[in-house]
Nanobody, 126 residues
């Protein structure tokens, strides 16, 4: 019902920055929250950041806290992930996700989300 399209990935050197975008479209545009996850080759998908659409509360994984910032544009139904001080360990495919159900999620578990984008590659060289 909701389609998500990520963009902004690319190749950067360690210490550089990237800004990812995720635009939502489709029959249902109202969301409860949106988040970012990532998956590196041979590793499981892990939580990166999320934002509560109602109050704007932000959630971050310990590994990115202080370096990444999640933000939203309600009018454009878009969520952003500003990534600074990138490290080689940040290399992964980054996915955005949307939750359309109300409730009391933690925002940190992939199973709490209802729609997923196709992902955008982020590669950090050293």
């Amino acid at each position: 019902q909701v389609q998500l399209v990520e963009s902004g990935g690319g190749l950067v050197q360690a210490g550089g920055s990237l800004r990812l975008s995720c635009a939502a479209s489709g029959r249902t545009l109202v969301v409860y929250g949106m988040g970012w996850f990532r998956q590196a080759p041979g590793k499981e998908r892990e939580f990166v950041a999320a934002i509560n659409w109602s109050g704007g509360s932000e959630y971050y994984a310990d590994s990115v806290k202080g370096r990444f910032t999640i933000s939203r544009d309600n009018a454009r139904n878009t969520v952003y992930l500003q990534m600074n001080s990138l490290k080689p360990e940040d290399t992964a495919v980054y996915y955005c996700a949307a939750r359309v159900r109300r409730g009391y999620p933690t925002f940190r578990r992939g199973g709490e989300y209802d729609n997923w984008g196709q992902g955008t590659q982020v590669t950090v060289s050293s």
